[in-house]
Each structure stands twice: as structure tokens, then as C-alpha cells.
């Protein structure tokens, strides 16, 4: 995200235009972020806070006495005059204030305090809107992180993805949101269902394990059950999986939807390898490979001549870096070329 974009993210949160996706992107680029950038940042919450009026999301007073601390240290740090008191009733144009958390009050209505993660890790944040309160993310170039919800069910989620959840389940369901990739462990109870909502479809569980992928950048999702049992609904259709069986969505850039698929005998190891710290392809499309090398390094892809048709077979290890990667490639005679933050496909 360039600070163009994250101006722009500010201007649209406020009128509830995002999607998780740049949500959690913008919390990324928080974290990295300049103190200058910042600072614009800043401004640009100032504005807003006086347009739209937001008097009600001021920070309550033990918020602003720790934040008061946070700054002095860094002020002490960088050999700066001593902070002034916040203003409560007004966002004080600051770019040690917004580096520590002005645009963060944005972003989570007041009453978040935020712990930005280090190294990419995941981030757990408050929703600002709808049923769903809270948001666990992992950004792109993060490791698969493991999360525990209220009722028990454990959760692996992959890079770039990000799921919505309630602070407690109610009621006789228990729902959450997906987007991205993520393996669920279902804490079992036929008095309240378990619903992973995605990308026009709706999964339901009673107690189960079983993964997601449904990156919204893809053409498809899929859905593949471990051991238990799941439906997968979409509309009128409904599948019910049994333990090694797929179900397939693809979303057609235009005309009818096409049904459903359903696939047989799926080598569950395969479908896992990414909750193990790897990558693995089997004759993948390179497009599809190069999308999830995008999202797990954090790289912009770039194709010098149009996407090639060709495919790739092959396992990468996480803890090898973007440039290994791109050697392996190679031995397939699939040549890139790495400068800064972007790769390009030279063939």
C-alpha cells in the first residue's frame, strides 16, 4: 500500500467502503510506515474528525494516559520536546501521536488499543460495523497463525487472510466470515450449527474438521473436509461432503454461475502442506502459483509478456527466502526477474 492508498483507505473507512482486505492491509502499513507518511496520515484523520464530527470515538481517559507514556518514551528516544497533554475533545495534529495510534482511533471507533505485530504476524483487531465484532488477520508475507474462538474451535489462518467473529456466540448458531485460506477444528454441538460464511456461499458445520480456501483475487473456492461432516450451500445448491471429498465454486467473470464441483479421493496432505510452513504445487497454473508466492512473500507479480500457460510442479519451504523461490522456478525453465518489493515473469 502506497501512502496514496492509505489516504484514500482513511476517506473511504469513514463511509464503510472497504473490504477486510484493506483493512488489514492498512494496519500493515501502519505498522511500516514512515513518521512523515504518518504525519500526512494525520492530517488527513484531522480533517475528517472535524467534517464528520466524531466527538463520540474520543479515547477515555486511562487510553489517553497510556498513549501520554508511549510518547514520552519515544520522545525521550528521539531527544524531543516533552508531550504535550492530549486533547480528548479533539485529535491533536501530531505525528508522534498518529505513529503511536491516531489513526488507529479511526479505524477502531476509540476504543481499541491496538498491539501492532512485528515480523508480519497475525493482528487481532475490533470490527467497526455489523454483527461480527472482531477481526483476526494475517498480512500478506505473514506465517500461518493459530487462533482459538470463544466456544473452543481452533482456527489456523494462512497468509493474507482474514477472519470476522463474534466477542461471544449467542443464540442457536454460531457464525463467522472467511476471506483467504483457513483450516478449522470445530468444537462440536448439534445444538448450535457452525456457519463459515465466503465469497457467495456458506459452509455448515456441527463439529468437524476441514479447509477453506477462498481468496477473493482467485477464481474459485474450495472447500475440503478432513473427518465430520459439512454442507456446502450456495443459493439452491446444496453438497455434502464426507471426509476426502472437495467442493469447488467457480466464479465466472461473467454469465450463469456454473454448479457446483465435486471431487473425490483428494489427497488431504496436499491441501494441508501450507499449514505446515510450505508451499506445494502440482501441476498448478503458474498463475495460480505466482498468486500465492504474492501472497506469501508480500511481492507485486509483473509479467513481461502477457501470463504464460505453462504449469509447475514443486514444494517450497516458508523459511526459504523470495529469491530461492525464484531459483527453483527456474530449473522449469521459468524465468523472473527480482527488483525491490516486485517480481517479473520474464517468460
Same mark, same amino acid.
Given at each position: 500500500?502506497?501512502?496514496?492508498?492509505?489516504?484514500?483507505?482513511?476517506?473511504?473507512?469513514?463511509?464503510?467502503?472497504?473490504?477486510?482486505?484493506?483493512?488489514?492491509?492498512?494496519?500493515?502499513?501502519?505498522?511500516?510506515?514512515?513518521?512523515?507518511?504518518?504525519?500526512?496520515?494525520?492530517?488527513?484523520?484531522?480533517?475528517?474528525?472535524?467534517?464528520?464530527?466524531?466527538?463520540?470515538?474520543?479515547?477515555?481517559?486511562?487510553?489517553?494516559?497510556?498513549?501520554?507514556?508511549?510518547?514520552?518514551?519515544?520522545?525521550?528516544?528521539?531527544?524531543?520536546?516533552?508531550?504535550?497533554?492530549?486533547?480528548?475533545?479533539?485529535?491533536?495534529?501530531?505525528?508522534?501521536?498518529?505513529?503511536?495510534?491516531?489513526?488507529?482511533?479511526?479505524?477502531?471507533?476509540?476504543?481499541?488499543?491496538?498491539?501492532?505485530?512485528?515480523?508480519?504476524?497475525?493482528?487481532?483487531?475490533?470490527?467497526?460495523?455489523?454483527?461480527?465484532?472482531?477481526?483476526?488477520?494475517?498480512?500478506?508475507?505473514?506465517?500461518?497463525?493459530?487462533?482459538?474462538?470463544?466456544?473452543?474451535?481452533?482456527?489456523?489462518?494462512?497468509?493474507?487472510?482474514?477472519?470476522?467473529?463474534? @466477542?461471544?456466540? #449467542?443464540? &442457536?448458531?454460531?457464525?463467522?466470515? %472467511?476471506?483467504?485460506? /483457513?483450516?478449522?477444528? $470445530?468444537? *462440536?454441538?448439534?445444538?448450535?450449527?457452525?456457519?463459515?460464511?465466503?465469497?457467495?456461499?456458506?459452509?455448515?458445520?456441527?463439529?468437524?474438521?476441514?479447509?477453506?480456501? @477462498?481468496?477473493? #483475487?482467485? &477464481?474459485?473456492?474450495?472447500?475440503? %473436509?478432513?473427518?465430520? /461432516?459439512?454442507?456446502? $450451500?450456495? *443459493?439452491?445448491?446444496?453438497?455434502?461432503?464426507?471426509?476426502?471429498?472437495?467442493?469447488?465454486?467457480?466464479?465466472?467473470?461473467?454469465?450463469?454461475?456454473?454448479?457446483?464441483?465435486?471431487?473425490?479421493?483428494?489427497?488431504?496432505?496436499?491441501? %494441508?502442506?501450507?499449514?505446515?510452513?510450505?508451499?506445494?504445487?502440482?501441476?498448478?497454473?503458474?498463475?495460480?502459483?505466482?498468486?500465492?508466492?504474492?501472497?506469501?512473500?508480500?511481492?507485486?507479480?509483473?509479467?513481461?509478456?502477457?501470463?504464460?500457460?505453462?504449469?509447475?510442479?514443486?514444494?517450497?519451504?516458508?523459511?526459504?527466502?523470495?529469491?530461492?523461490?525464484?531459483?527453483?522456478?527456474?530449473?522449469?525453465?521459468?524465468?523472473?526477474?527480482?527488483?525491490?518489493?516486485?517480481?517479473?515473469?520474464?517468460?
Amino acid at each position: 500500500m502506497s501512502l496514496k492508498d492509505a489516504r484514500s483507505f482513511v476517506a473511504r473507512f469513514v463511509k464503510g467502503d472497504y473490504t477486510p482486505e484493506e483493512y488489514a492491509t492498512f494496519l500493515q502499513w501502519l505498522r511500516d510506515a514512515s513518521i512523515d507518511e504518518l504525519g500526512i496520515v494525520a492530517d488527513e484523520h484531522e480533517a475528517l474528525f472535524e467534517q464528520w464530527s466524531l466527538a463520540a470515538v474520543a479515547p477515555s481517559p486511562e487510553w489517553v494516559g497510556q498513549l501520554e507514556q508511549r510518547l514520552d518514551r519515544a520522545n525521550e528516544q528521539e531527544n524531543l520536546v516533552p508531550v504535550r497533554k492530549l486533547n480528548t475533545g479533539r485529535i491533536v495534529r501530531r505525528r508522534m501521536w498518529v505513529a503511536a495510534a491516531s489513526v488507529l482511533l479511526l479505524v477502531t471507533g476509540g476504543y481499541l488499543w491496538y498491539n501492532y505485530p512485528t515480523d508480519k504476524q497475525a493482528a487481532v483487531a475490533d470490527n467497526p460495523a455489523g454483527a461480527l465484532s472482531k477481526i483476526f488477520s494475517v498480512p500478506r508475507g505473514g506465517q500461518q497463525q493459530e487462533f482459538v474462538l470463544a466456544d473452543g474451535s481452533k482456527i489456523w489462518l494462512n497468509a493474507a487472510s482474514t477472519l470476522k467473529y463474534p @466477542a461471544s456466540f #449467542e443464540g &442457536s448458531e454460531r457464525t463467522v466470515e %472467511l476471506t483467504g485460506e /483457513a483450516y478449522f477444528e $470445530v468444537t *462440536g454441538s448439534a445444538a448450535r450449527p457452525f456457519h463459515v460464511k465466503i465469497k457467495g456461499a456458506e459452509i455448515e458445520v456441527l463439529g468437524t474438521h476441514f479447509n477453506v480456501k @477462498a481468496y477473493h #483475487e482467485e &477464481s474459485s473456492s474450495k472447500t475440503t %473436509l478432513v473427518d465430520g /461432516a459439512v454442507k456446502v $450451500v450456495r *443459493g439452491t445448491e446444496i453438497l455434502q461432503l464426507k471426509p476426502g471429498e472437495q467442493a469447488e465454486i467457480v466464479y465466472p467473470t461473467s454469465g450463469a454461475n456454473p454448479p457446483m464441483k465435486l471431487q473425490k479421493g483428494v489427497d488431504i496432505d496436499h491441501v %494441508l502442506s501450507w499449514k505446515s510452513g510450505d508451499l506445494e504445487f502440482r501441476d498448478d497454473a503458474l498463475s495460480s502459483v505466482m498468486l500465492a508466492i504474492s501472497r506469501c512473500y508480500d511481492v507485486e507479480i509483473r509479467y513481461q509478456s502477457g501470463i504464460p500457460e505453462g504449469h509447475f510442479t514443486g514444494n517450497f519451504s516458508r523459511q526459504s527466502n523470495i529469491q530461492q523461490i525464484l531459483n527453483q522456478l527456474e530449473h522449469q525453465n521459468i524465468r523472473c526477474s527480482l527488483q525491490g518489493k516486485v517480481v517479473t515473469v520474464l517468460r
